[in-house]
């Protein structure tokens, strides 16, 4: 395969240094991409980097994905508007360790082809670096007026953040520079990729190679992915969507990408699968002819939540979201754990009553109207269940005084009331 081909399809390619694909295809070529280790899980704002390193692979390259140990403590200017917060030694070796176990989901690290991935950390040549020794063997190479013209230091200098630049922010495109001129010497690698907010620090990287030892390196950077309405990509009310199931359930991950746009899902399906060209092709024509089917968006859904999560959580994920939109079953919804039934049901009404209550056995009609005022009266009740329009735990209820004990407690603690099609209510026992 063609890597600039490939990616060029995709819609993964903004700029690129002249010669890159030339590079390419005369040689296996190493190339990094260097990863912010500011939290212990990578979010799906990472994705479309971490898929460049993907397709590099499978095109026969060597990616080294490189944590930024060094540069994460001191934190990148580029597209931000104020400092970041600067992280500990302990927390950045916690958050590098778990960045790698994620990142072995996309990349090959442990074959014995000669392209397998690496993992670098800066810190492990910059922690015995010394001030002077920097300054004196690199600073000396850099111009200030040359690290003066690029964007992302221009936009903190005029005012666009009131804080302006301190000088650990400004040094952070020379230590990034420092990256590339290390692995080109150590590792042979002659390609840097990144998003395009790094085009600054990536060419200050090449530059600094070409006049310290002559140096040919080269550059690709893929666009920032936003969403067709012109919002942030990858971020909803709650935050951010991250890879770990300790922060987003597979459950919420799965229905972030089942929810996007027809125009945003044509874009997703090729930046975040490994799907052909052929293949997007076809379900894209299967979506034109039916969009209400959404064929684009399940199918990008099942794809992300596989390759990040696995098949059984992806299939997890179909059954939930089956329990509020489809005509599951009681087993389906007494399979799912605490925290999928709560993103199922967030934002359905909630009721808290006692367990007491329920250790003693209550009549369904006492507990839905006085105890959770589901239902405005008994006499609605009494019709509605009469009528077969009431199910509790996803069974119709047979009896309006039907009595409910502790044992038709979910996960021990709740009782799902469906009234109707549509409305449900939670009732939580505490």
Not at 43 to 65: E, N
Not at 218 to 226: F, G, K, S
Not at 348 to 362: I, N, R, T, Y
């Amino acid at each position: 395969m063609n890597f600039v081909e490939e990616l060029t399809w995709r819609g993964m390619v903004h700029t690129m240094m002249p010669g890159t694909e030339e590079l390419l295809a005369k040689e296996q070529v190493t190339a990094y991409l260097g990863i912010d280790p500011t939290a212990d899980s990578l979010h799906i704002g990472h994705l479309c980097g971490v898929m460049m390193l993907r397709h590099f692979q499978r095109c026969g390259h060597k990616p080294l994905a490189l944590v930024g140990g060094a540069t994460g403590m001191i934190g990148d200017p580029s597209g931000k508007s104020q400092e970041r917060n600067l992280l500990t030694e302990e927390t950045l070796r916690h958050n590098v360790a778990c960045i790698k176990k994620q990142l072995a989901k996309f990349l090959d690290f442990e074959s014995d082809a000669p392209n397998k991935a690496e993992l670098v950390n800066n810190y492990d040549w910059m922690k015995d670096f010394t001030f002077l020794d920097f300054a004196r063997e690199i600073g000396k190479h850099i111009t200030v007026n040359y690290m003066m013209a690029k964007d992302s230091v221009q936009k903190r200098l005029n005012g666009e953040a009131r804080d302006g630049l301190s000088f650990t922010e400004f040094t952070y495109q020379l230590l990034q520079g420092y990256d590339f001129l290390h692995l080109y010497e150590t590792k042979g690698c002659k390609l840097q990729m990144g998003g395009s907010d790094q085009w600054g620090n990536i060419t200050t990287g090449a530059e600094l190679i070409r006049r310290t030892n002559g140096g040919e390196v080269y550059a690709l950077t893929c666009p920032l992915i936003t969403k067709a309405d012109g919002g942030k990509f990858g971020k909803t009310e709650s935050g951010n969507i991250w890879l770990d199931p300790r922060y987003t359930s597979p459950y919420k991950f799965y229905q972030f990408w089942l929810n996007v746009s027809d125009e945003d899902a044509a874009r997703y399906i090729k930046i975040f699968t490994s799907l052909s060209q052929e293949e997007v092709e076809v379900l894209t024509a299967e979506h034109a002819e039916a969009p209400h089917l959404r064929v684009l968006q399940k199918r990008l859904a099942k794809e992300v939540t596989v390759m990040v999560h696995s098949e059984e959580d992806y299939n997890a994920a179909v059954e939930a979201s089956g329990i509020l939109f489809g005509n599951a079953t009681s087993e389906a919804l007494k399979k799912l754990d605490e925290d999928t039934l709560l993103a199922v049901f967030e934002g359905v009404p909630q009721f808290e009553v006692s367990k007491d209550v329920l250790a003693e056995g209550v009549k369904a009609v006492d507990l839905f109207v006085d105890n959770a005022a589901v239902f405005a009266s008994k006499g609605e009740m009494r019709k509605l269940v009469q009528g077969g329009g009431v199910s509790l735990n996803k069974e119709k209820l047979n009896a309006f005084d039907q009595v409910i004990t502790t044992a038709d407690l979910l996960d021990g603690k709740y009782l799902l009331v469906q009234r109707g099609k549509k409305n449900y209510y939670l009732v939580i026992a505490k």
